[in-house]
């Protein structure tokens, strides 16, 4: 009979540990697998997984409302533009032309200040960039309520509302949530930046509201309030940030130029600046700014017009969603080319608008789905193609690009009308424009769709 050493028993009392330790390590992950596909296949977002970042689900779900909300008061204030055309015709004599140039203005401001936030969101963090952005645009807002000249509305709107822009931007929130959260970015990305449509749709028809009751100088100043409080209670919500790992293929301390070199010699860089920088002329600078002029220059009332707008207001926010959760699943260049094509069949709605409501509505349902949607698409191949711990400078040289052509778009379309006391033309470029953009996309594969992806890696130059 075999007899139990001390030798024996002490094995087998390692024996025991070791299959407790494994059985209690299978149970961890099998708990957490269960609980990621329980999320999953109640929201069809596949497995949520959250960075070391933020180990709780509470910070990933204030990074995206944080994001949202400064996102919906800085797209409303640039908004806000179109619903003061006619007050300030009449009260100051301006020309659409004249209003257009400021707009145009602030949109290079912001070219110039989100070229410096996008990299100051990857090297010191989110929140601080947004608290200056928050701080710009309320004295953007406070100078345009106290405005008795053209000049003061181009410093206070022009400049300080341009700064504005540009800090509470795209590329900020898009560096904070793709560095909070992995797994279904894409959906993420599209709720984060559907803020920047919720804003139009919830901000400008109560500012109309207000127009009509406490006048625009009012509107303006109640307005400013509202982005103190939002970015107050942003700050709390992102909470503490720390540095995303560099990519393996980029050393952190890698010189911004040789940086911006390095993007300039590729050509997946190349389609995404270019079709951006054409989507800023057909989206903000002739859709924002010029809808609601375009409606009242057809001949409908102030509220009717912005009811239009909210309906395209409301549309883009399902377009970004729609094409949020698409992205995480579909081919992102295709998408991109697909809305680009709708964009530019949608221009040809507002060429038959005239007195016909309906077809104005129309034309807002569609070019409200092919409106914002494009941008959880480019974030994510941003991503993909250059790494998250340099999205926001990537993602901020595109927003340039898409800033001068907002520019462009706006200040073309109101000189435009000027001229020919209707918009025909203005539509006509942003046909060709659209589909000019669905062309240039096509430099940029989808690594995913290749099978190369990497979440930090950059992808080779070509």
């Known amino acids: 009979m075999h007899r139990i050493t001390h030798d024996d028993s002490e094995c087998s009392n390692l024996r025991s540990a070791e299959r407790s330790a494994k059985s209690s390590k299978t149970y961890r992950q099998l708990t957490g697998t269960i609980k990621g596909l329980t999320v999953g296949r109640l929201y069809g977002v596949g497995e949520l997984t959250l960075t070391r970042f933020d180990p709780s689900r509470a910070g990933a779900v204030g990074a995206l409302l944080a994001g949202f909300l400064v996102l919906a008061v800085s797209f409303a204030a640039r908004s806000s533009i179109g619903l003061g055309m006619a007050p300030w015709f009449h009260d100051f004599g301006w020309a659409k032309g004249q209003v ?53 509305f181009a410093v206070g709107y022009g400049l ?15 560096s904070l949530v793709v560095r909070r959260i992995e797994g279904w970015q894409g959906l993420a990305t599209g709720i984060a930046t559907s803020g920047t449509t919720a804003g ?37 919500m992102i909470g503490k940030e720390k540095r995303a790992r560099p990519t393996a ?10 940086r911006v070199g390095r993007l300039l010699r590729s050509r997946p860089f190349h389609g995404l600046f270019w079709s951006f920088a054409l989507c800023g002329f057909t989206s903000t600078g002739v859709v924002e700014t010029h809808l609601i002029p375009f409606a009242q220059a057809c001949g409908f009332p102030p509220m009717t017009s912005t009811l239009a707008y909210s309906v395209f207001a409301a549309f883009n926010l399902v377009g ?36 016909n409501y309906t077809l ?36 901020g040289i595109l927003t340039v690009g898409h800033a001068l052509g907002a520019a462009a778009g706006a200040y073309a379309s109101g000189y ?9 033309y203005a539509w006509v470029v ?27 890696g950059l992808t080779a130059l070509s």
């Open 200 to 236: 139009q749709l919830l901000i400008l028809p109560i500012m109309t509201a207000l127009f009509g009751t406490i006048g625009w100088r009012g509107s303006y100043e109640v307005f400013a309030a509202l982005t103190i409080v939002v970015a107050l209670f942003s700050f709390f």
């Open 360 to 395: 104005l509505l129309t034309f807002s349902v569609v070019v409200g789905l092919a409106f914002y949607s494009t941008f959880p698409a480019t974030i994510g191949l941003s991503a993909a193609h250059f790494g998250r711990d340099q999205l926001g400078l990537v993602m």
């Open 160 to 174: 300080f509302g341009g700064v504005g822009f540009g800090f509470v931007s795209l590329p900020v929130v898009g």
């Open 416 to 424: 435009i009308f000027d001229l020919f006391l209707r918009y025909d």
């Open 249 to 258: 293929k980029l050393a952190p301390n890698t010189p911004v130029i040789q």
């Open 320 to 355: 970004m969603l729609s094409a949020g959760y698409l992205s995480d699943r579909v081919d992102r260049r295709g998408l991109l080319i697909t809305i680009y094509l709708v964009r530019s069949l949608a221009f040809v709605i507002p060429l038959f608008v005239g007195l």
């Open 430 to 456: 942003s046909i060709g424009l659209a589909a000019l953009s669905a062309v240039m996309v096509v430099m940029t594969p989808d690594p995913r769709m290749a099978g190369r992806i990497s979440q930090d």
């Open 100 to 152: 257009s140039a400021v707009g145009a203005l602030a949109l290079c401001a912001m070219a110039i200040a989100v070229s410096i936030s996008g990299y100051a969101a990857d090297r010191w963090g989110a929140r601080p960039v947004l608290m200056i952005g928050s701080i710009a645009l309320a004295i953007a807002l406070s100078a345009t309520a106290l405005m008795r000249s053209y000049w003061q």
